[in-house]
T-cell receptor, first 115, second 112 residues
Framework: EAGVVQSPRYKIIEKKQPVAFWCNPI?????LYWYRQNLGQGPELLIR????????DSQLPKDRFSAERLKGVDSTLKIQPAELGDSAVYLC?????????????FGPGTRLTVL | GQQLNQSPQSMFIQEGEDVSMNCTSS?????WLWYKQEPGEGPVLLIA?????ELTSNGRLTAQFGITRKDSFLNISASIPSDVGIYFC????????????FGQGTILTVHP
């Protein structure tokens, strides 16, 4: 069974440019998460989807970040415009449901470098 | 906000040695998790703890959920080179159902 798929794996852009990350969760997983992991830190949740609904986006910087999960399957996270401080690894995770004993499975991440 | 204090930040050990790391919180949590992350990969769940006082093993790994529900430790026995990686504790629940909060991680280096 395929795990969580993310693309691209690496992205280098100049500041003020837009960038988008794509995630395909494990088949059948209704809950999808986007995390940001700064160097030397643990992942921090940006947004959580239950099917196509964003149920927790309190940590998403909404002035420049947006996300969508239109059909409740794959998801896109966008930054526009990117800033130097956005350099990080962006991780996508999925689970059968939220909370409880539902394990979150993580993808390999997209490493973003903003120059 | 919620914060986990994980220690030590890094460990350099010889192959065959035992390892211990711990995580504390100022708040009570009902689920404690331990993850391992290798370079270029996402975190992978090692052990999940759901009951205060619970002691759970997974091969050479043993983790305990503190009785106060504010701490947990992870032990690795007889370390091997492939144990190298970053180990994170995480808690689930609290005020945000389904949200994981991670510690800062412990970087483990094992010398052959």
């Amino acid at each position: 069974e395929a795990g969580v798929v993310q693309s691209p794996r690496y992205k280098i852009i100049e500041k003020k440019q837009p960038v988008a990350f794509w995630c395909n969760p494990i088949s059948g997983h209704n809950t999808l998460y986007w995390y940001r992991q700064n160097l030397g830190q643990g992942p921090e949740l940006l947004i959580r989807y239950e099917n196509e609904e964003a149920v927790d986006d309190s940590q998403l910087p909404k002035d420049r970040f947006s996300a969508e999960r239109l059909k409740g399957v794959d998801s896109t996270l966008k930054i526009q415009p990117a800033e130097l401080g956005d350099s990080a690894v962006y991780l996508c995770a999925s689970s059968l449901g939220a909370g409880g004993h539902n394990e979150q499975f993580f993808g390999p991440g997209t490493r973003l470098t903003v120059l | 906000g919620q914060q986990l204090n994980q220690s030590p930040q890094s460990m350099f050990i010889q192959e065959g040695e035992d390892v211990s790391m711990n995580c504390t919180s100022s708040s009570i949590f009902n689920t404690w998790l331990w993850y391992k992350q290798e370079p270029g990969e996402g975190p992978v769940l090692l052990i999940a703890l759901y009951k205060a006082g619970e002691l759970t093993s997974n091969g050479r790994l043993t983790a305990q959920f503190g009785i106060t529900r504010k701490d947990s430790f992870l032990n690795i026995s007889a370390s091997i080179p492939s144990d190298v990686g970053i180990y994170f504790c995480a808690v689930a629940g609290g005020t945000s159902y389904g949200k994981l909060t991670f510690g800062q991680g412990t970087i483990l280096t094992v010398h052959p």
